[in-house]
């Protein structure tokens, strides 16, 4: 891995506003610049969702039992309904709460964009791709949803799952209309709607991971929705936690052509065009300032490029830093295994391939131990 100095292309400023004027407070990161990045990021990136929490969302518990994990966790199996113009749907949503542990209790939540047998409730398949027994054991609920609930992984045309069921009927469709990282997105935040309901979730305390287009996913909604205290990204690589110009691996263009349903169209004009965008993702970084952001990378992994993921992190520091915090506060890459865990920017690169391991879990869990307490204080 090199020292990035070697490397760094000329980014955007997150503390420049678009009217060219210094960011120097954190109010003025607050009231202009952070609801600009924003902006920016909805317009070219990931696209708009036409609505937030839809007026019709039920919460219906369909199985809470205890006796779980050999005693030690509650299950709970939630249906959270949603209803538009267009029809309806349900994200299935899998919860297992420490049987022993003081309530409410912080919680982990996972987008799962796997095999949804990694999911399993019944815990027949216990993969680290979810280790529920595990983040149970460490005190923390153990949360997951699969994002198929909200929109199939393939280019329908926006006909299936939540495009069909609330976009409004325009032809054509508008260049900034949601993708499907969005729609996922989107049901994250239905999730938490869910979690703050439940007296056995502390809602000020729960962390939302993703791995790769995962991981790209829990970026954009942690970046829109400030509820959550914690965002990781795992793997995310392009249009997550990588930086686009200069990257390795996977670019703009690759992106695009083969998962053409996941960002907006506007996005596909910088094919090949990076160093047009008014952003880059360092920008999408800072917007989860001031809560916790974790970032993780995997040796092997060079289609998402640790690398561009570690560069973002470090550039996303100066709004943290703005505020207060401090980030990762060093500017060398880290050797595999040796987790960065100072600050309110957490980052581990880990020896091997493209993957959500164990390892990578608990990196998560003792970050979490570290900082997620005093943080909601
Ligand atoms: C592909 C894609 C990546 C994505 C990954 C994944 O490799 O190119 O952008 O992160 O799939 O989701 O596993």
Redesign the pocket.
Known sequence: MSNHFYKSPLLPDPLLGCEGEKILTAEQWQQIRRPEILELFHEHVYGRAPLQRPQYLRFITVDKGEGWMGGKAVRKKIDIGYEGPGGNGVIHLYLFVPAQAIRPVPTFLLIC?REAENMDPDREVQSPFWPAEHIVSRGYAAAVFHVEDLDPDKHDGFKNGVHGIFDPPEVPRPKDAWGTLAAWAWGASRVMDYLETDPDIDDKSVALVG??????TALWCGAQDERFAMVVSN??????AAITRCKKG?TIN??NE??PHWFCENYKSFNGRENELPIDQHMLLSLIAPRLLYVASASEDT??DPDSEFLACTHAERVYNLLGLKGLETLDMPAPECPLHQGSIGYHLRTGK?DLTLFDWNCFMDYADRHMKEARL
């Open positions: 964009n791995h790769s287009r995962g991981g790209k793997d995310s690589g392009c249009g997550g996977e690759n992106i083969r998962f289609w998402a493209h």
